[in-house]
């Protein structure tokens, strides 16, 4: 009870300071769950809220979180030819992976947050709780040597004019991650696209690639290791191996089909995720554990994954008919191995707030999303990956998918009504000709 | 003009599925036929004979709407059902996968109405099947504001002071002067309580060791036209017991209802047992149903448990009703429920709704000529030391009917149940159509990361709850678990909801007083106790039970 009154007494006001009360009231709810009791209606209420689903959704990535942590640091000395077998130098790559990672997670998440309570302030609400989980998935779509200025920019203008711009949680039209990585993918695209940017720690200089120096950071750590007896970072700017290309599974189906992305990764090794990509989207295995966590938990929509994957199978065989170019010969089913359509599927297509809102609206919403994503990502010349852009898309049309459910809801209601006063009328009849004479 | 008929209709639906279904057949084995193993030629020379191919599939699909639409305009032409019989050629989705709304297996010879949505909280406290006779209340009181649409200052007839006899005039709306208000039980009003603004808030009475009963002016059953009978039961107070939906307001007796609805069963939280409660007034129970008769065009419908292992013969054999078992869990109690999947309410039409123990006070008018208020009241909540039923009178105090009853101060006392009751304090009295008292604590702690790990087990739609994967009752206390937040997760309030209503669109229509949207999407059906799971349920902790009555305010208002 001491703790409480101590909080309690520390607590701004609310008038005097709005920003500091708001950030306050958010830790306080975080800590403890309010005291409130019901006042009208039910007086009785479920346990769940949206702290706890936001929660589960939080825990069903951090399989992803580890995984790509520990990934990026193996694909950064895969390419430099060391510890190429995927648990060597196990301390080496983490540590590294954690150094790429944590200030991106840190400045998506100060950034977004950050903008959340000064809105929250300035509203005189407390903070809602949605960015929880916008802020566990942006790092996760990310490069890992995506420059913090850009991060910080792109997850500002997804808040602001994605989220607060229509009302704050619960009102945004579109995905805010995704909006976040489409600023970039407009705005910057030689830092989100092509084949320099999917594994970390590798510069460029006129043809020739080579491992970037080790700033003083990994210097602390080498002293560490090089204390306990284990292998150490060293001082960097080692080549490359021979024949290395930073192309993900995607850039080369793109450019040669099938046969060229089995030259340099076997299925197995797309499976488990151990190649260049986002952080967080390779390990289609972990995502999928994640995503049926989220559907036994009945937080994310099973229809809107189903469907999406019944659409991008539509849509890969329409493309494998068509068959004009080797990209677009690629097995359908081999495209779910490459790029992020498990990602895309059970994280941010099955956003609740964005996707279609009545359970008809859904299964037609998912099946659009593979549909269309799958034409992206094979008929786009530019950019071989679809997702995000389907789902931005669809995410405009989800209201109007919406919109026809519930006309024909509306429809059926007025046609029972009139069969029913027509029948009325049928039982009233009689009386009208006997009175009539 | 036929192409626009078949596409508004439902049955597009199970078209559509006829035609998916061969769609993959067709795809598959181009699919196949184009792997490179087995032709020279690169995949490209598909592209034309694919086109051909859904192009003669596009024409043959068309000739299969064309012909099925003739034949539907024939058979409406002949006066043949179109809707229930499948006119095509191949089978609809209800004849290979069986139907999933109603006319499921039938029990013991009966159609069943099976529901699946819907969601049971097992609550501890459910009251033991002991019935106590001589429960000690002694104050009962009518409360005007029980009736929706009622003025709030209707024109009181009595004084305080005043002896009255059960069955007296106690006050009347000047709306509707009409209806009267008579009091329960006999004795002397003691109290005309205000609540704010001067309106009237309780009518008390001490009641009489020995109840006496008005003499009623004497009816001849036989031989009164349907007006005579309307009157009779407006002046003596068996017509306040009727309710009229939309809206639930008093029934009007210038509206004809289609229908009327008995719901002889309860599956809120705790919910008393009718089969006891109606034990021994089966005769009245009977006669108010033959009155209900007289007053409608239309059927009496009666609601049966078809999960009632033990079901009361008042209700089994009751006569000139229909009877339908419905099965499923809450709210498949609700009268509301059951109206829409036996007979729904359309814009403009008028049902009626009585409660069971409302139908015998009304059968005990014309039966033994007293104004009966006689209920049998169920005390539940885990607060309590002996929940039980208590055999009293309408309007009880809440105070001495759980008088020496409570484990601890700190509790709420609901006169309803948890979900759809209202809150009272120990002066306050049960109100009119309630027939059960639940008592639970108080939550107003703060609980160290509640919201992650909860400390004691709570009633939850989420399976996040380990407590839900075993088979418990809960203990529920009144904290709201959450603050309010915008709505969020969708699917939600149709999970618990077994209707064809989209129940959170409603909700977002009301919210923005869109009042075409609201009637479109069924708003007449609804009434709070209907959605009262979907608050429950709420992630966001939505207020929808008073958004629903904002919105039943504004139609009702347009009317």
């Keep these: 009870m001491g703790l409480i009154q101590f909080l309690h007494k520390i607590e701004p006001d609310k008038k005097k300071s709005p920003f500091l009360h708001t950030l306050y009231d958010g830790f306080f709810t975080f800590a403890y769950a309010p005291n409130t009791v019901t006042k009208t209606g039910t007086h009785i209420k479920d346990g769940m809220d949206l702290k706890r689903t936001m929660f589960i959704v939080v825990i069903a990535l951090q399989l992803c979180y580890l995984f790509g942590t520990y990934n990026i640091g193996h694909q950064h000395f895969v390419a430099l030819g060391e510890h190429t077998s995927f648990l060597q ?9 954690l150094i790429k990672l944590l200030p991106l997670f840190v400045v998506a998440n ?3 947050l950050g903008i959340e309570f000064v809105y929250a302030a300035k509203k005189g609400h407390p903070i809602e709780e949605g960015f929880l989980v916008s802020g566990a998935l942006i790092p996760l779509i990310m490069p890992p040597d995506l420059p913090l200025w850009i991060l910080a920019m792109s997850v500002a203008f997804a808040v602001i004019l994605g989220k607060e711009a229509f009302g704050g949680t619960g009102m945004n039209i579109m995905n805010i991650a995704l909006l976040s990585r489409v600023f970039i993918f407009f705005a910057y695209p030689t830092f989100i696209s092509g084949d320099e940017v999917w594994i970390s720690g590798i510069v460029k200089e006129g043809t020739e690639h080579f491992g970037a120096a080790y700033s003083m950071v990994y210097g602390i750590f080498d002293s560490v290791f090089g204390g306990l007896g284990w292998s150490t970072f060293g001082a960097g ?41 986002s952080i967080g989207e390779v390990p289609k295995l972990f995502i999928i554990i994640g995503a049926l966590m989220l559907i036994g938990a009945k937080i994310a929509s099973w229809r809107i994954m189903l469907s999406m994957i019944l659409g991008a199978i539509v849509g890969g065989m329409f493309i494998n008919l068509w068959g004009a170019t080797p990209f677009m010969e690629v097995h359908w089913i081999n495209h779910f191995y490459m790029g992020s359509f498990f990602f895309a599927m059970a994280f941010m297509a099955t956003d609740p707030v964005t996707a279609a809102r009545t359970q008809t609206g859904k299964w037609i919403y998912g099946f659009l999303i593979g549909l269309v994503g799958m034409v992206i990502r094979v008929l786009n010349p530019a950019y071989p990956e679809g997702w995000m852009l389907a789902i931005l898309f669809m995410n405009v049309f989800a209201p109007l998918i919406d919109y026809y459910v519930l006309e024909a809801n509306v429809a059926r209601r007025m046609a029972r009504a009139k069969t029913s006063s027509a029948v009325a009328l049928k039982q009233a009849e009689p009386q009208l000709t006997v009175s009539e004479h | 003009m036929f192409f626009k008929k078949p596409l508004k209709s439902f049955v597009l639906r199970d078209k559509i599925a006829n035609i998916a279904a061969v769609l993959p057949l067709i795809f598959l084995s181009s699919h196949l036929s184009a792997q490179p193993v087995f032709l020279a030629s690169s995949a490209a020379d598909m592209l034309p004979y694919t086109l051909i191919l859904i192009v003669a599939f596009l024409i043959l699909g068309a000739v299969y709407l064309i012909s099925e639409s003739f034949v539907r305009m024939e058979a409406r032409d002949l006066g043949v059902d179109t809707k229930k019989n499948n006119f095509s050629i191949l089978p609809n989705s209800e004849e290979v996968f069986g139907s999933s709304k109603s006319d499921g297996a039938s029990t013991s010879g009966h159609k069943v109405i099976h529901l699946k949505k819907g969601f049971d909280i097992k609550l501890e406290g459910a009251a033991e099947y002991k019935v106590d006779e001589n429960a000690a209340v002694t104050r009962f009181a009518m409360q005007p504001k029980n009736f929706i649409g009622m003025s709030p200052i209707p024109k009181v007839e009595v004084e305080v002071g005043d002896e009255v006899q059960a069955g007296d005039v106690l006050f009347f709306d000047k709306k509707n002067p009409d209806v009267k208000y008579c009091a329960p039980v006999s004795g002397e009003v003691i109290a005309v309580n205000r609540g704010e603004k001067r309106s009237i808030a309780e009518l008390v009475i001490l009641a009489d060791k020995e109840m006496k009963y008005r003499a009623m002016p004497v009816f001849d059953l036989e031989n009164a036209s349907k007006e005579e009978l309307v ?21 009007d007796s210038n509206e004809t209802p289609k229908a009327i609805f008995v719901s002889t069963f309860d599956t809120a939280p705790m919910a008393p047992d009718l089969d006891i409660i109606i034990a021994g007034r089966g005769n009245e129970f009977q006669v108010g149903l033959d009155i209900l008769n007289m007053l409608t065009p239309g059927k009496v419908h009666l ?6 292992e033990d079901p009361s013969p008042v209700f089994e054999n009751a006569t000139g009703v229909e009877k339908h078992w419905i099965s499923g869990p809450h709210p498949a109690g609700n009268v509301g429920v059951q109206i829409h999947h036996i007979d729904p309410i359309n814009a403009g039409e008028r049902v009626w709704t009585v409660g069971v123990q409302d139908v015998a006070t009304i059968g005990s008018l014309f039966l033994e000529g007293i104004y009966d208020a006689e209920r049998v009241v169920a005390i539940t909540g885990a607060e309590l030391k002996e929940p039980q039923y208590v055999t009293t009178y309408l309007g009880a105090n809440i105070g001495d009917l759980v008088a020496n009853n409570l484990k601890n101060d700190h509790v709420r006392m609901i006169s309803g149940d948890v979900l759809s009751g209202k809150a009272k304090k120990a002066e306050q009295f049960l109100d009119f159509f309630d027939d059960q008292v639940s008592v639970i604590e108080e939550g107003d702690e703060y609980e160290m990361f509640g919201w992650l790990a909860p400390q004691s087990a709570r009633p939850s739609l989420s399976p996040t709850f380990l407590s839900n994967l075993v088979d418990t009752s809960y203990v529920a206390n009144t904290n709201t678990h959450g603050e309010r937040r915008a709505l969020v997760v969708s699917d939600q309030y149709e999970q618990v909801l077994p209707m064809d209503i989209y129940p959170q669109h409603l909700v977002k229509s009301i919210l923005v007083n869109d009042l075409e949207r609201m009637e479109g999407l069924g708003i007449y059906e609804l009434v709070e106790e209907d959605v009262a799971l979907c608050e429950f349920v709420c992630t966001s902790k939505q207020p929808v039970q008073d958004i629903l009555r904002e919105g039943l305010t504004t139609m009702m208002d347009q009317e």
Excluded: C
């Design chain 1, 110 to 112: 100060v950034v977004g």
């Design chain 2, 303 to 308: 609601g049966l448990n078809a999960k009632d």
């Design chain 1, 89 to 97: 130098g196990f301390h080496l790559k983490l540590v590294y992976g």
């Design chain 2, 231 to 251: 009157s009779y039961m407006k002046d003596n107070g068996a017509w306040a017991h009727i309710r009229q939906r939309p809206y639930n307001v008093v029934a």
């Design chain 1, 237 to 277: 700017g080692q080549a490359v191996i021979d024949g290395y290309t930073g192309a993900t599974p995607l850039g080369l189906a793109a450019a040669g089909g099938w046969p060229a992305v089995t030259e340099v990764y076997s299925p197995a090794q797309m499976w488990w995720g151990a190649i260049p990509g």
